[in-house]
């Protein structure tokens, strides 16, 4: 019996984005990797707990891809980026990677909408939240690194931030949770 839910469109666009998912692990192991070597111990950190999110990111779409009874497709991954070649590039490129990300959740959206899949539509908001969320967090770091020099960034204020690095949430504030009590 064919249980699949799922159109042809919609599941071909959710395997490309559980992949996609999944290339972003990549990205975020190498620049983990990349930023332990240069002795940035807690930036790695941080990006090594960003590659297990996109991780999570990526059986979220393969176990909903099954609950709706079709078969999730899995695709060779992407290499990843080359190395960053500063503190500041690195997070410049884990910022364009989520933009990039954001986009491409729009574009299931796009196909959930015009096919009417309001479940599947549903199911994508969670995303869209999560991606305001990455997208901030790391625009937040470009800013202090920015703050800090961009490129020029003194060893000692990275020293700062790769010890702050250790402790710092996996989550954003966003705006749509401030207050004028909670600003």
Known sequence: MDTNRLSKEMC????????????????????????????YQGISNFLFRHAQEERNHMMKFLTYILERGAKPVIQPIPGPMPDPA?????????????????TAIYDCIDV???????IT??????????QNEEETLIMNMLDKI???????????????????LKSEPDEAE???????ENP
């Open 12 to 39: 071909e666009i959710l395997n490309a984005q559980m992949t996609k998912e999944a290339h972003a692990s990549q990205v975020y192991l190498s620049f983990a990797v990349w930023a332990y070597d240069k002795g």
């Open 86 to 102: 500063s503190v500041y590039d690195c997070f410049k490129k884990a910022f364009d990677s989520e933009v990039s990300n954001t």
């Open 112 to 118: 959930a909408l015009k096919e009417k899949d309001w």
């Open 121 to 130: 539509y549903n199911f994508l908001q969670w995303f869209v939240k999560e």
């Open 146 to 164: 920015k703050i800090a020099g961009s490129e020029k960034a003194a060893d000692e204020i990275l020293y700062v931030l790769d010890r702050d």
């Open 174 to 180: 966003l705006a749509r949770e401030k207050t004028a």
